[in-house]
């Protein structure tokens, strides 16, 4: 039986050129590596995140895609992209899943873990 699985693994960095803290504006990047560590070649059609700031408020992001790809990996393939997301908040959190279709048709999520957008030294 196919094992339909994906691996997720980020980096963030805060971006202190695009940030106006004086504005409440603070720019973070987020580099995505995704695997597929399952036996079957599937694409990923669409994306779907939940961004939090550090008042509690979010945002929530669907789309087709990840950069303007919808990259379809054979197993053992990897696909990496940057993208950024804007808060109100010297710190937040996102996470989400990925919307995938396997060769034979197959539709599955995979879960994106929940991390830290944040300045350097605001987390203990």
Known sequence: MPAYEFAVTVRTQ???EQSNPDRDQFVFSYTITIK?????????ISRHW???????GTQEVRGLGVVGHQPLLQPGE????TSG???PT???SMY???????EDG???????????????GTLH
């Open 90 to 92: 010297q710190q937040g």
């Open 96 to 102: 989400g899943e990925y919307f995938c279709v396997a």
């Open 50 to 56: 939940v961004i939090t700031d550090a008042n509690n």
């Open 36 to 44: 597929n560590t399952g036996s079957i070649a599937a694409q990923l």
């Open 14 to 16: 805060y971006l202190p």
């Open 106 to 120: 197959h539709r599955f999520e995979v879960p994106i873990p929940e991390f830290a957008l944040s300045l350097p």
């Open 85 to 87: 997301t804007q808060l």
């Open 78 to 81: 990897q696909f990496q992209y």
